[in-house]
């Protein structure tokens, strides 16, 4: 600040005594960190909205905050501690007295990072928030991984397609089954077609396999809903969501892709934006609800509403799941102007009678291990369903708000129920579209 600027800096100090009298600084409530492999995000709570400018510097990297009005204070030392040592991105974190009106928070950086910082108004249990997030620049791509995944299946199954269609005339019998697992349990008790049955029709085409997006709701910042025992959502829907990918994937033509595999905060858009980078054949997304009263129970299978909910609750349930962005954190502008237009494309309405078919037939396995709240598909519009070409539902699968659902979905037993129903749905769902 030059001599000039400091005078002016003055005069308006001055011009604005009066209402600098009542001021009274922001205090920091309490800073968080979120390590993931996608980024870290460090969140900064206070009573008030923070001012603050961001840089990056190289050699070493680190990230430099300076937070106006803030005094770094042994309250802000405190907060910081979890940062002090390493968290995701960040190797350490320190605070100092930069000026005399602003502190100055340092995170040094165990690799080069994208930054973005943003200030969130207060929502749900959260007061002000500064967030930065921390985008790790040579970070593996999720996406382009899963996309070479993909090839790689797809000649697989080639292989074993040709070499299936080479046994045929011959008659010869195999031993194993070139799509069989290893034969290691020998107390196998799913009883297997017999070997010597030939395949009746050698399949002209090659096969594709299927993309399956999985889609664990909220994480991170977020946690979702938070049961009577203190079950967070966000923990359960993830535990919910690996076994069924592990299930799934038993069956060598389908990929499943998750849009979040461990505890990170995934706005929803992206992870629409993730379902169509992976050309998704079906997107199941996976919840647990809430009510205020505590007797309210059962699954519920959404797909999205082509206009308006197909009852309040519905309504309800679809604007608290849309809050989600809200609550973990989502900077305001930067919205995809091009995926809103694309929402309101015709392929929607074919895709809309795909996401009915695969919703009714996933809601007859739930069926199965849990009883329903709506013994129907119901419909409601869930940002994360507006996929326009992807047959896309939503599963609330239990009452988290209910204490003895609660404790259902916090045993893994119950889950990998759960994670078998939503094998079995989208199963059914696939072999009729193939
Ligand atoms: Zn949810």
Excluded at 365 to 379: G, P, T
Aim: charged content about 25%.
């Amino acid at each position: 600040m030059n001599r000039r600027d400091a005078l002016r800096t003055l005069a308006a100090l001055v011009a604005s005594g009066a209402a600098s009298l009542a001021y009274t600084a922001p205090r920091i409530r309490a800073v968080r960190a979120w390590p993931a492999k996608a980024y870290t995000r460090v969140t900064i709570e206070s009573d008030q909205e923070l001012r603050f400018l961001i840089n990056t510097l190289a050699n070493p990297d680190r990230a430099v905050v300076d937070i106006n009005d803030v005094r770094a204070d042994q309250a802000f030392q405190q907060a910081i501690e979890a940062l002090k040592t390493e968290t995701g991105i960040v190797s350490r974190a320190r605070i100092g007295q930069f000026r005399p009106d602003a502190a100055r928070l340092v995170l040094d950086l165990k690799a080069r990072a994208e930054t973005a910082a943003f200030v969130l108004p207060p929502v749900g249990q959260y007061q002000y928030r500064l967030v930065i997030d921390l985008t790790p620049v040579d970070a593996d791509d999720p996406i382009a991984e899963f996309l070479a995944r993909l090839t790689e299946r797809e000649s697989q199954l080639d292989a074993m397609q040709t070499e299936a269609n080479k046994d045929v005339p011959t008659k010869r019998v195999p031993t194993v089954p070139a799509a069989a697992p290893p034969p290691s349990s020998p107390t196998n008790t799913t009883p297997k077609p017999p070997a010597t049955t030939p395949p009746a029709k050698p399949a002209p085409r090659a096969i594709k396999p299927w993309v399956v997006v999985l889609d664990p709701g909220h994480g991170g910042e977020d946690p979702g809903a938070i049961g009577p025992g203190g079950t967070y959502e966000k923990t359960v829907v993830l535990a919910i969501a690996q076994k069924t990918k592990l299930l799934l994937e038993q069956d060598k033509r389908i990929v499943v892709f998750m849009t979040r595999d461990e505890d990170v905060f995934i706005p929803l858009a992206d992870r629409v934006r993730k379902a169509r980078g992976v050309n998704a054949d079906v997107f199941v997304s996976i919840h647990a609800d809430a009510f205020t009263r505590p007797d309210a129970r059962g699954s519920s299978v959404y797909a999205l509403s082509e206009r308006g909910a197909s009852s309040a609750a519905a309504r309800w349930i679809a604007d608290k799941e849309n809050q989600s962005d809200l609550i973990g954190g989502v900077r305001l502008q930067g919205r995809d102007p091009a995926l809103a237009k694309m929402i309101l494309e015709m392929s929607q309405s074919i895709t809309n009678a795909d996401s009915a078919k695969l919703g009714s037939g996933m809601l007859a396995e739930i069926k199965q291990v849990n009883r329903m709240h709506k013994d129907r598909l119901e419909l409601a519009n869930f940002a994360v369903l507006r996929s326009p070409d992807v047959p896309s539902i939503l599963i609330e699968t239990a009452f988290i708000s209910n204490p003895e659902e609660e404790r259902k979905l916090a045993s893994a037993d119950h889950q990998l129920k759960l994670a078998r129903a939503i094998r079995s749905g989208v199963r059914r769902f696939l072999s009729k579209t193939a």
